[in-house]
């Protein structure tokens, strides 16, 4: 298997980009029709929708009793895990909770003493949906996804958040995921996955709550669901496959440059994966080392799947230069191998999450470190940011007039009115101007 590699400037380097930076691709409309339609019937038929695509889909015949997960469930989760991995968890969440909790906004009022008070009060949403993949078959349980979405929601002050997850063969869920989710403060699991949860969270069922925000990552279908339902509830972000940048100079360990490109390579056939470096060196060793890392993983296919369509090394002449199409990009994860990363920290504009070092894998940002894993993808990142407490939270401005703050301005605001030629805005002030 064979990366492409390009030195840039050139066309063929011009024309790799392009690909890349323009790679916003609009869904397929024969399956967002599927999706609609799977949306349709849930607000239609609610429970009984949910039940029957259940089975068509996951394989598993649930009846709405089954839906929610009970507590004896739960202990029994505890369990089937090992203490190590309980441990691991409870890190985690720590130190989520602990970078999070520095991202909310505060509530405020300010008064000058001429008759008016402004503020702003910040308020948590009701109820919080977090949506979480489970894999073909729960292979693949999310358990960062958990942390990453239901700690934010708690710390914003959500009082309800509820999971959904597609269930396994046998009814359940994977234990580490209801630890997790027990351990994030979860309050309410439900075995039901793929779009069609969804749209149950949305709209509410006899049996799944409506909530105010979904957040949580899925595969395509589950996106075309959460673009579908954004009227109605608020949303993390319209997210595409996952996606590394790495910045790398003469410094560099090409052994690790491989693993963090393969890290992003593994996720999805449609993943992003790119090198840009100053050194010909490093890009002549990643490029060989690459075949015999693939060699390793079982998910090693869809690593080569991903490199082959999307995956490239541009070779630049300077870090700006670097850094620059850095920006254009715009990743999801800038990985940033040079001697001084931190000098040119400044330079970075547009990325979801930075990554400073050699010995700062994405992996720990996936997991561990804090920040949240859930980040703008499809250069996205030029304007939006990665999941935070804020995004469960409502900004609620409010303002109070004395009679004698509206009197010395409600000249201008009878002439801003009468302008925009609406009468009975200007006629709501002169009428407190005439008997208040």
Known sequence: ???????????????????????????????EKEVKKIGDRVRKEGDRALTEYTYKFDGVHLVS???????????????????????????????????HSRS???????????GIILGQMVKPVDVAGIYIPGGKGGKTPLISTVIMTAVPAKIAGVKKVVMVSPPRRDKTL??????????????????????????GLAYGTETLPRVDVICGPGNIYVTIA????????????????????????????????????LAQAEHDP???????????????????????????????????????KRGG???????????FLANMIAPEHLEIMIKEPMDYLPLVRNAGAIFLGSFTPEAMGDYIAGPN????????????????????????????????????????????AETENLPFHAEAVKVRLKGG
């Open 1 to 31: 298997m064979k990366i492409r590699t390009f030195n840039y400037p050139s066309k063929r380097a011009d024309k790799y980009l392009q690909k890349i930076i323009n790679r916003i691709d609009e869904f397929p409309k024969k399956i």
């Open 65 to 99: 009793r089954e839906f929610k997960v009970k507590k004896e469930e739960i202990d029994r989760a505890y369990k089937n895990i090992s203490s190590e991995l309980l441990s691991a968890i409870k890190l985690a969440i720590k130190k989520v909770e602990k970078f």
């Open 104 to 114: 909310i906004p505060q509530s405020w009022f300010m008064n000058d003493n001429s």
């Open 174 to 199: 994977h234990p580490a995921l209801l630890v997790a989710a027990n351990e994030a403060g979860v309050d309410e699991i439900y075995k039901i996955g793929g779009p069609w949860s969804v749209f």
């Open 226 to 261: 959460k673009k579908l339902v954004s009227s109605f509830v608020g949303i993390d972000i319209i997210a595409g496959p996952s996606e590394v940048l790495i910045i790398a100079d003469e410094t560099a360990n090409p052994e690790f440059v491989v693993w963090d490109l």
């Open 270 to 308: 449609m993943s992003l994966s790119v090198l840009i470096t100053t050194s010909l060196k490093i890009a002549k060793e990643v490029k060989n080392i690459i075949p015999r890392a693939l060699e390793k993983g079982f998910r090693n296919e869809i690593a080569k799947e991903a490199l082959s």
């Open 313 to 323: 090394i541009i070779i630049v002449k300077d870090l700006e230069t670097a850094f």
């Open 373 to 416: 894993h859930v980040l703008p993808t499809m250069g996205f990142a030029r304007f939006a940011s990665s999941l935070s407490a804020e995004k469960f939270i409502k900004k609620i401005n409010f303002l109070k007039y004395s009679k004698t703050a509206l009197k010395r301005e409600a000249k201008e605001v009878i002439l801003l």
